[in-house]
């Protein structure tokens, strides 16, 4: 129903700061009225909530990135973006972008993020 494509991950020195983007195709319909969301997992853990936005636009986040993470959403665009502050190598992970309504739920393939020196 929405296929998701997740960019900008990469490797970024600890206290460096980088962007995830979210481009979404598929039902406009469900790309305007769905919540997004960036989740995250690392090796050998569960994936977890990073950060939400709903199609109002109001947002949640994890405790462990509120004031250093910021995720909107750009409606004209189709894209989701996930702002990335102060990066600690305990961000490392895989980040996938998620959208999903009542009945609908799609999960993007991910990309890399390494937070290493």
């Known amino acids: 129903q929405v296929q998701l494509v997740e960019s900008g991950g990469g490797l970024v020195q600890p206290g460096g700061s980088l962007r995830l983007s979210c481009a979404a195709s598929?039902?406009?319909?469900?790309?305007?009225?769905?919540?997004m969301g960036w989740y995250r997992q690392a090796p050998g853990k569960e994936r977890e909530l990073v950060a939400s936005?709903?199609?109002?636009?109001?947002?949640n986040y994890a405790d462990s990135v509120k004031g250093r993470f910021t995720i909107s959403r750009d409606n004209t665009k189709n894209t989701v973006y996930l702002q990335m502050n102060s990066l600690k190598p305990e961000d490392t992970a895989v980040y996938y972008c998620?959208?999903?309504?009542?009945?609908?739920?799609?999960w993007g393939q991910g990309t890399q993020l390494t937070v290493s020196s």
């Open positions: 998620n959208a999903h309504g009542t009945w609908w739920d799609n």
């Open positions: 936005i709903t199609s109002g636009g109001s947002t």
């Open positions: 598929g039902s406009i319909f469900a790309i305007r009225t769905g919540a």
